[in-house]
């Protein structure tokens, strides 16, 4: 029974194999006549080679306009700095408080604060001239001072954490003299003024930058100008990561200044940070040199027999050079044939030209060498 099923089986395969061929060149034959041949001639081409005529066939793809290896990144200038400022505040020439039984003569003064952001310490200074008693200093509502004021204790430091951005409340009030009712407790200020410490901080600036070819080389150039040159900072100069300076800056060192830079250290997209950690500096005319590998322009040689190069001269046969391009569009290039320099400008999807008087016998060579970027889809030469 296994066996008879087993035989059975192969024979409808056979005939589902006969029945399938059949089918496909019934559906050859009754196509139109048009699209039979360009589905016959599709194997063919599969399996087409090189005609004899062309004696060269080449697919360069997209071609760049490099005409230097040598590219100049101008970064212009930055301004760092780490410093400290002071800026004064004359709130009053003279004030006086005073208290008894009788009158409680208190003052309140007002002044702006800006860029608390950045204050380190704001400081009340002021002379007393004279004075008896004890003084309660508010700000914004809070005591910050209370007890008798002398001239050894002035300044007097303001709470950062009871400033605010913008308007501020400074109250002063003398003490009562309690018992002693006919005496006044009294402050008498001269030259009250606000004193706020800020830091002024820019510590570093990056420069972002792609490179789309192998870089041979590279020097990083610039100048350092010192606005504080009593200050003595620290410049760090990273690249990717890697870090090409950490050192003191010389102040008294005015030429430009180099470094250079291990092409290893390059990435498609880069980074170039600079950074003070103190002092004042000027930056100037940073730029970046970079030399890449030569570029390879598409260069390719064929070969023209003696009995080709005599047909080619005594005008027997032409050589003609073909190439097509995907689109339209400007294209421009010098093409260069053994010693010959034509000019390619063309806005078509192909350029032909007959090249007969540019070749010689034996190996030749072509070269193109592109003004704009494009792409070439393909690149023939063949006589006829």
Do not use: W
């Amino acid at each position: 029974m296994k066996k008879g099923i087993i035989r059975s089986s192969g024979v409808e395969i056979s005939i589902f194999v006969m029945l399938l061929a059949l089918f496909i060149i019934m559906y050859v034959i009754l196509i139109p006549p048009e699209e039979r041949e360009e589905l016959l001639s599709t194997f063919e081409e599969a399996e087409e080679k090189v005609p004899e005529n062309v004696l060269l066939l080449e697919y360069p793809g997209t071609i760049y306009p490099y005409k230097t290896n040598i590219e100049k990144k101008d970064f212009g200038s930055i301004h760092l700095f780490s410093k400290d400022e002071k800026i004064h505040k004359v709130l009053v020439k003279s004030l006086t408080v005073s208290k008894n039984i009788l009158k409680d003569n208190y003052k309140v003064l007002y002044f702006d604060l800006k860029n608390k952001r950045i204050t380190k310490k704001v400081e009340l200074l002021g002379l007393v001239t004279e004075h008896r008693g004890k003084i309660t200093i508010k700000l914004n509502g809070n005591v910050i001072f209370n007890g008798e004021l002398t001239q050894d204790k002035m300044p007097i430091e303001l709470p950062l954490q009871h400033l605010v951005s913008g308007k501020n409340k400074l109250e002063f009030y003398a003490s009562s003299p309690g018992y002693k009712v006919f005496l006044t407790n009294y402050y008498i200020f001269e030259d009250l003024s606000i004193l706020q410490h800020i830091s002024m901080v820019k510590k570093a600036h990056s420069f972002k930058f792609s490179t789309d070819r192998d870089v041979r080389k590279a020097i990083l150039r610039y100048y350092i100008n010192c606005n504080t040159p009593e200050i003595k900072g620290n410049l760090e100069i990273k690249f990717n990561d890697h870090v090409l300076l950490s050192d003191r800056i010389f102040c008294d060192y005015t030429l430009r200044r180099e470094i250079g830079i291990d092409k290893d250290y390059f990435e498609e997209e880069n980074i170039l940070i600079f950074k003070v950690d103190k002092g004042d500096y000027n930056i100037d005319k940073i730029e970046l040199l970079i030399e890449y590998e030569k570029t390879g322009y598409p260069k390719y040689s064929f070969e023209i027999g003696k009995e080709l190069y005599d047909e080619i001269k005594s005008g027997k046969k032409d050589l003609e050079l073909l190439i097509n391009f995907p689109s339209v569009g400007e294209k421009e290039a010098e093409i260069f044939i053994q010693d010959s320099k034509i000019h390619m400008l063309t806005t078509r999807k192909s350029y032909s030209i007959d090249i007969s008087e540019y070749i010689d016998e034996g190996t030749n060579f072509i070269e193109i060498i592109p003004k704009n970027e494009f792409d070439i889809t393909s690149l023939k030469i063949h006589y006829y």
